[in-house]
């Protein structure tokens, strides 16, 4: 029996497409925008949702959220630039990082991005100089490191104190910065921004954190008598990548958080700010696998049966720069008893290119098809030409039918570059 993935054949997909091949489902990217409209933005008054574009950052996703009316979070000219380029909604962009360019910060200004979110007060400098020769105003949310450390692997922490990400919880460096952008004529500070880390099973730091936010702005009512119009809560909601991941449900992750927001406002006497979040994995991670064909297989006696692939690392760093753990089978042997335990191996000159360690699956033989599953977030967007492999293309499948969104990457343009 061969694997079908959302209505399509995987086998056949990868006879007609070549492999690698990402195989993305639109039905699963339209599915998860519609549970936020559910289980966020119709359920909340004053709410808004961005998808982090650097999850999957391609012209078709763009297409897809714009037609979803959600926004985007950007944090690069790159970004910015597939986005404006298919004509999507400058004002529903959010431009994020830590150490933006002056070019990008000009491109950001002058597209007239709905908000800019500043991560250190120098910044707030180089904004009002854009702003008041582009004689507008800026809309910005500063960006708050809450000092909280969710468990995740490090690498995808950010919200701890130690971060090069957003500026220190300490008294005197953010009466420095509010009172800073405040001063700023061309500069309107919107509110504020945190977002703790990735891949998180549950809301425990997503909630520390809003605990910071509301002492902070119980402060900034006393030194400034200014009151935050939104606080945006980053991403970071978990998806299943192994059937050992059991991530909160969107709704009990929320609406924890929104019930302690409001609380705060209303014991302030105060209007709740506008609650915006930021999910990138939880929208597209579910809804990607990668297709693979098998090579030559290696069987070290009593040690090890390595069974390689024509991708790797390129195509998704994240086993070897998170440990990051994935499920496979073999598409066109799909049903069939588990015989083996092996490990699947990217392709690349170098030892730590594993995909998965110790996975069971049926006899493998070279040219079977290996579907690694929820490989929708960063993998494409974090996939680059190591050992000089070309990018894989993406197909889209929308209701069974498949339609090629990125093409493969041709010898030609891996040295169009190069003079
Ligand atoms: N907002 C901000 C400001 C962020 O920095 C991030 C992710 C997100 C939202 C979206 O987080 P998500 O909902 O996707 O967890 N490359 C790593 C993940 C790095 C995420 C960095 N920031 C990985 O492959 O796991």
């Known amino acids: ?14 006879k007609k497409y070549g492999t690698p091949l990402y195989v993305m489902s639109e039905d699963f990217i339209v599915e998860r925008c519609r549970e936020i409209h559910e289980s966020f ?17 391609t012209k078709e996703m763009c297409r897809i959220l714009k037609r979803e009316g959600l926004g985007l979070d950007v944090v690069s000219g790159g970004e910015l630039y597939t986005a404006l380029s298919v004509g999507f909604p400058a004002d529903k962009i959010i431009f994020h990082g830590n150490n933006k360019t002056l070019s990008e910060l000009n491109m950001a200004v002058e597209s007239g991005v709905g908000r800019i979110v500043v991560d250190h007060d120098m910044e707030l400098d180089i904004i009002q100089k ?6 507008i105003d800026a809309s910005v949310l500063l960006r708050i490191a809450p000092g909280v450390d969710p468990h995740t692997h490090r690498y995808m922490v950010t919200g701890q104190a130690d971060s090069k990400f957003g500026i220190p919880n300490k008294d005197a460096v953010l009466r420095h910065t509010v009172q800073k952008a405040l001063s700023f004529n061309n500069i309107e500070l919107k509110g504020f921004h945190f977002h703790v880390g990735s891949q998180l099973l549950d809301n425990a730091s997503h909630l520390k954190s809003v605990d910071v936010l509301c002492t902070l702005f119980d402060k900034l009512n006393q030194w400034f008598d200014y009151w935050p119009h939104e606080i945006n809560i980053g991403g970071g909601y978990g998806i299943k990548y192994t059937h050992e991941d059991q991530p909160e449900q969107l709704n009990a992750f929320i609406s924890p958080i929104m019930h302690k927001i409001t609380e705060f406002s209303e014991k302030s006497g105060k209007k709740r700010p506008a609650v915006i979040i930021e999910p990138g994995r939880w929208i597209v991670g579910e809804a990607g696998i990668t297709l693979y064909t098998i090579g ?3 069987r070290i006696p009593d040690i090890r049966t390595y069974v390689s692939v024509d991708g790797g690392m390129p195509d ?3 086993p070897s720069l998170y440990q990051a753990r994935y499920e496979a089978v073999i598409a066109n042997k799909y049903g069939d008893p588990l015989t083996e335990k092996v490990t699947i191996a990217g392709r690349c000159c170098e030892s730590g290119d594993v995909l998965i360690w110790d996975i069971e699956i049926p006899e493998p033989e ?12 960063y993998n494409y ?3 680059n030409n190591y050992n000089k492999l070309p990018f894989p293309p993406i197909v889209m499948l929308k209701k069974g039918k498949d339609r090629l969104i990125v093409e493969r990457q041709t010898y030609e343009q891996l040295v169009s570059r190069e003079l």
Do not use: H, Q, W
């Open 1 to 14: 029996m061969n694997y079908r993935f959302y209505g399509a054949d995987t086998v056949e997909l990868a």
């Open 366 to 377: 070279p040219g079977d098809i290996l579907a690694v599953k929820a490989t929708g977030a």
């Open 296 to 298: 030559y297989i290696k």
């Open 381 to 383: 967007s974090m996939a």
């Open 130 to 135: 854009i702003a008041e020769e582009a004689k």
């Open 316 to 318: 998704n760093p994240r």
């Open 41 to 57: 933005l119709k359920k909340y008054e004053n709410t808004y949702a961005v998808f982090a574009g650097k999850a999957f950052c």
